[in-house]
């Protein structure tokens, strides 16, 4: 195994582009339990964290940019960030302990692609857009659009997630996620969701995204989740409603951290608190 | 195999180091350097038996891979005493009897330490929420957190 950290995106690329057994290492919390587990056997690791603009917070046409390899400490000390995009930063904060937040990343959470990566739908919910790095230059993708299996991505030999765009946000949108598991911290996600939603003057939801994690191959975007909010003043019944679709949408497996039933009924309950929190987000701002 | 040559700064001193791109930053430390302080639980990140700062910040040096830290100044339980003399945290551990086996401790005073630089007056929650990445098998916890808490007070001065 060869270990390599370039200081330069065009470097990293050509070194992801030059071995088909390449891995991109950012805060390591994966891969290096995978090392050690054997469940990888990488010919060359490329640590991407010495390339700057994968590490900084920049502003962006009203929105944020934020590098891929940026740690859950950094975003989380971030107040402009944290103020316009709670629920990404509670997301991001879950994750692992303290000395993992030093080390955790947006970017290797999403290429990791576990069902249950807690970042993932708040970062689908708040609509951002994954910034793809390749040897045929740059593209923009949805987040969602970035795992596509557990442990699969749609990315293409030599390409990396290089950054996040967090676009402009619309006056009264409030983002939060909330995830279910057995005990208060240090768990991996038996269910989460992220909702993000925009009010109009008069208080009526004009924009929303819901995304489910750990209860489907991949994180979930229902239509329909949205759909039960847009139009309706975030009042009982719509919440009711969302409750109702998102808990249909679900389809989780059993396995020691929950059963299905247990999931599905759970990813109501999530989505429609997650809910709660970013209206009360919404109507704060 | 490859050797990766790394010049790091290690509790204040220039050091050199050769390693394997398959060690992690703990072997190095602790099979290179013989700073055998930085104890391994888990080797997978869930313990914090290996806590030690990486530039400021407290990391698992399990799951930092020894090449990644050239140039990085690092710190280990191994810098926390002045010579004889105990960090206000190591002198408490041993007031309250805050360890038994002691496997957990020096991941704990390293942790501990940290906190106390960035919140000299953390709540029971903040404490027991920072350090919940260092387990112990021993103790319970509870003389730890008092161990730290008091130790805020008394670097407080109250
Ligand atoms: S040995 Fe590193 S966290 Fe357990
Ligand atoms: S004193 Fe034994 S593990 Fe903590």
Request: aromatic share 4%; proline share 4%; glycine share 10%.
């Given at each position: 195994?060869?270990?390599?950290?370039?200081?330069?995106?065009?470097?990293?690329?050509?070194?992801?582009?030059?071995?088909?057994?390449?891995?991109?290492?950012?805060?390591?919390?994966?891969?290096?339990?995978?090392?050690?587990?054997?469940?990888?056997?990488?010919?060359?690791?490329?640590?991407?964290?010495?390339?700057?603009?994968?590490?900084?917070?920049?502003?962006?046409?009203?929105?944020?940019?934020?590098?891929?390899?940026?740690?859950?400490?950094?975003?989380?000390?971030?107040?402009?960030?944290?103020?316009?995009?709670?629920?990404?930063?509670?997301?991001?904060?879950?994750?692992?302990?303290?000395?993992?937040?030093?080390?955790?990343?947006?970017?290797?959470?999403?290429?990791?692609?576990?069902?249950?990566?807690?970042?993932?739908?708040?970062?689908?919910?708040?609509?951002?857009?994954?910034?793809?790095?390749?040897?045929?230059?740059?593209?923009?993708?949805?987040?969602?659009?970035?795992?596509?299996?557990?442990?699969?991505?749609?990315?293409?030999?030599?390409?990396?997630?290089?950054?996040?765009?967090?676009?402009?946000?619309?006056?009264?949108?409030?983002?939060?996620?909330?995830?279910?598991?057995?005990?208060t911290e240090m768990d991996i996600a038996v269910v989460g969701a992220g909702v993000c939603l925009t009010l109009d003057e008069s208080g009526l939801c004009t924009a929303a995204r819901v995304s489910l994690g750990a209860v489907?191959?991949?994180?979930?975007?229902?239509?329909?989740?949205?759909?039960?909010?847009?139009?309706?003043?975030?009042?009982?019944?719509?919440?009711?409603?969302?409750?109702?679709?998102?808990?249909?949408?679900?389809?989780?497996?059993?396995?020691?951290?929950?059963?299905?039933?247990?999931?599905?009924?759970?990813?109501?309950?999530?989505?429609?608190?997650?809910?709660?929190?970013?209206?009360?987000?919404?109507?704060?701002? | 195999?490859?050797?990766?040559?790394?010049?790091?700064?290690?509790?204040?001193?220039?050091?050199?180091?050769?390693?394997?791109?398959?060690?992690?930053?703990?072997?190095?430390?602790?099979?290179?350097?013989?700073?055998?302080?930085?104890?391994?639980?888990?080797?997978?990140?869930?313990?914090?038996?290996?806590?030690?700062?990486?530039?400021?910040?407290?990391?698992?040096?399990?799951?930092?891979?020894?090449?990644?830290?050239?140039?990085?100044?690092?710190?280990?339980?191994?810098?926390?005493?002045?010579?004889?003399?105990?960090?206000?945290?190591?002198?408490?551990?041993?007031?309250?009897?805050?360890?038994?086996?002691?496997?957990?401790?020096?991941?704990?005073?390293?942790?501990?330490?940290?906190?106390?630089?960035?919140?000299?007056?953390?709540?029971?929650?903040?404490?027991?929420?920072?350090?919940?990445?260092?387990?112990?098998?021993?103790?319970?916890?509870?003389?730890?957190?008092?161990?730290?808490?008091?130790?805020?007070?008394?670097?407080?001065?109250?």
């Open positions: 195994m060869r270990y390599e950290a370039p200081e330069t995106m065009e470097a990293a690329v050509a070194l992801l582009a030059s071995d088909d057994n390449a891995r991109v290492l950012a805060g390591g919390t994966d891969l290096l339990v995978q090392l050690r587990a054997d469940t990888i056997d990488p010919s060359l690791v490329v640590d991407v964290k010495k390339i700057d603009a994968m590490r900084t917070v920049t502003a962006e046409d009203g929105g944020f940019r934020v590098g891929a390899a940026v740690t859950g400490a950094e975003l989380g000390e971030h107040e402009e960030f944290k103020s316009v995009w709670p629920g990404v930063v509670e997301a991001l904060e879950l994750i692992g302990s303290t000395q993992i937040q030093s080390r955790a990343t947006m970017g290797g959470n999403l290429c990791n692609a576990s069902p249950a990566a807690d970042s993932v739908p708040a970062m689908i919910a708040a609509g951002a857009i994954a910034t793809i790095e390749g040897p045929n230059g740059s593209r923009d993708i949805p987040v969602e659009d970035v795992a596509t299996g557990p442990g699969r991505t749609s990315l293409r030999k030599g390409e990396l997630v290089a950054s996040f765009l967090f676009p402009e946000q619309a006056p009264r949108t409030g983002d939060a996620y909330l995830r279910f598991i057995p005990r489907a191959a991949l994180a979930l975007v229902p239509d329909e989740a949205a759909d039960a909010l847009m139009g309706t003043s975030v009042d009982e019944a719509a919440l009711a409603r969302l409750s109702e679709v998102a808990s249909a949408a679900a389809k989780p497996i059993d396995d020691k951290r929950g059963t299905k039933e247990f999931r599905i009924q759970v990813t109501g309950v999530m989505a429609r608190r997650a809910a709660e929190i970013a209206l009360a987000r919404a109507k704060g701002k | 195999m490859a050797r990766y040559h790394v010049s790091a700064t290690v509790n204040g001193d220039e050091v050199d180091f050769l390693c394997e791109p398959e060690q992690t930053l703990l072997d190095v430390l602790r099979d290179e350097l013989h700073l055998t302080g930085t104890k391994e639980g888990c080797a997978s990140g869930d313990c914090g038996a290996c806590s030690v700062m990486l530039d400021g910040r407290l990391v698992c040096s399990c799951l930092v891979m020894g090449a990644e830290a050239g140039d990085c100044s690092i710190e280990t339980i191994e810098g926390m005493a002045e010579g004889e003399r105990l960090h206000p945290l190591q002198q408490k551990f041993l007031d309250y009897a805050a360890l038994q086996c002691g496997y957990c401790t020096p991941g704990l005073l390293v942790a501990a330490k940290a906190l106390l630089e960035r919140s000299p007056d953390p709540t029971e929650i903040e404490t027991r929420y920072w350090l919940a990445g260092n387990l112990c098998r021993c103790t319970g916890y509870d003389k730890i957190i008092r161990a730290v808490l008091d130790t805020a007070a008394e670097m407080r001065g109250e």
